[in-house]
């Protein structure tokens, strides 16, 4: 049994298109949550960018893609100090887990509901954020940030869902 190593990804390997993907889906993240940034921040959150947390499933460039853009445009946080090195590592890993638990599932709307579920669940850590560093209640803000990453999740998935129609995503 010959187990080959898959350096697809390896910096060192990647083709100009796939560079090109990834600082193109990176620079719409950080355009779109800078655009928005009145409702991107905060203990309630409508980040309309976290639709490209889909594309990850399509592809696996994307989990670099998403997780650079995350980490860039938290530097624009009224929380930056914890939001970069948290925020941008809690991203890369439910990154990591939505395509390992979507992994063999093959309807698109069934992994679309999985990952937006996954994804508002892991707000739990915008607002353990918050209440270090404003004394907000958790609950409530764990309540509120999850319930804005849902909306941003469902509105994203629809619109990659039928983007996902018309385009193949994998390539």
């Known amino acids: ?41 905060g203990a309630i ?6 639709m490209f947390n889909y594309l990850a499933l399509y592809n696996r460039r994307y989990v670099i893609a998403v997780t650079m853009g995350v980490l860039i445009v938290n530097f624009m946080s009224p929380t930056w100090v914890l939001d970069v090195p948290i925020g941008t590592a809690a991203t890369l890993l439910v990154l990591l887990l939505c395509r390992f638990l979507t992994r063999r599932i093959k309807h698109d709307i069934v992994k679309i509901v999985m990952t937006a579920l996954v994804f508002s669940f892991s707000m739990f850590t915008v607002a353990a954020q918050l209440v270090i560093l404003f004394d907000l209640p958790f609950f409530y803000t764990w309540l509120t940030t999850a319930l804005g990453e849902l909306l941003s999740m469902t509105i994203g998935g629809m619109m990659v869902y039928f983007l996902s129609q018309k385009i193949d995503l994998t390539k």
Do not use: C, G, W
């Not at 959150?45 to 976290?50: A, D, G, I």
């Open 1 to 41: 049994m010959n187990k080959s190593i898959d350096y697809s990804l390896h910096p060192s390997l990647l083709s100009a298109s796939e560079m090109t993907k990834i600082a193109l889906v990176t620079a719409l993240y950080v355009t779109l949550t800078s655009l928005l940034a009145v409702v991107s921040f």
């Open 45 to 50: 959150q409508l980040r309309l960018s976290e």
